[in-house]
């Protein structure tokens, strides 16, 4: 059975960064375009990042372009978000998720597997 694992995240100070990681098992992930999600409190899921599950194209969001990274590792089998310049508004539970779709979206209704999620804080 697929499960999803994410790890990385922490409390960190405005300007900071981290790299959070989604790990797999069960299958392997280099079949799933991978997306990157968080929900802030009070606030809807939204997508933030995506990564084809051919592994060259991605996508973000228009407030973290230039700050997030996202790429994947299929000899780990992991996918992770690398964030840099981390600000307040970035706080959030954030989310891994695995879709079968040949294309990256944007809607997590196209998404299958989840992960638990890991908390990140960013303190001004």
């Known amino acids: 059975q697929l499960q999803l694992v994410e790890s990385g995240g922490g409390l960190v100070q405005a300007g900071g960064s981290l790299r959070l990681s989604c790990t797999a098992s069960g299958r392997t992930l280099s079949v799933y375009t991978t997306g990157w999600f968080r929900q802030a409190q009070g606030k809807e899921r939204e997508f933030v990042a995506g990564i084809w599950w051919g592994g060259a194209s991605t996508e973000y969001i228009d407030s973290v372009k230039g700050r997030f990274t996202i790429s994947r590792d299929n000899a780990k089998n992991t996918v992770y978000l690398h964030m840099n310049s981390l600000k307040p508004e970035d706080t959030a539970v954030y989310y891994c998720?695995?879709?079968?779709?040949?294309?990256?979206?944007?809607?997590?209704?196209?998404?299958?597997?989840w992960g638990q999620g890991t908390q990140v804080t960013v303190s001004s």
């Open positions: 998720a695995l879709s079968l779709m040949s294309s990256i979206s944007h809607t997590a209704e196209s998404y299958n597997n």
